[in-house]
């Protein structure tokens, strides 16, 4: 038997990466692009892209593992060409945190992990973070979908 705090986590990633297909199926480049009318609003394209980056970061700490390369920066003027491409990019992400996210590794949530430019945090700690940050992103993909959906 696996981890069990990490098959947990892997089953919470897999269902919140389902939704975020979900807000991302179909749609078009325009829509995809599309800021709701209200300030400080991020497009599904920034929400996927940011979430993906920051969830494969997370996870690379929680696991104690070398940081991938981040420009965090870029992450707000992503764009794409339609739902197909972005779900590419997506899939090629969600391969990279599901093997952080390998039950059959072992993981001590309470081993200190460093985080570049902050205090260290517990290895627990930024595995939630990770879950609970794409989560916020998926609603907000969500939302956002239901908006565009309804004004188009």
Known sequence: MGDPTIEAARELFDEAFGQMRDAIDGLSADALAWRPPAEDTNPI???AVHSM???RWWLTIARGLPLPDRDR???FVAETGGDAELVGFLDRMVSECRDRLDPAEAF???AERSVP???PVTAG???LHALEHLREHVAQAQLTRQLWDRAN
């Open 73 to 75: 920066p870029s992450e």
């Open 108 to 110: 001590d949530a309470g």
């Open 117 to 119: 430019d902050d205090e």
């Open 125 to 127: 700690w930024a595995l």
């Open 53 to 55: 980056h920051s969830t």
């Open 45 to 47: 394209t920034v929400l």
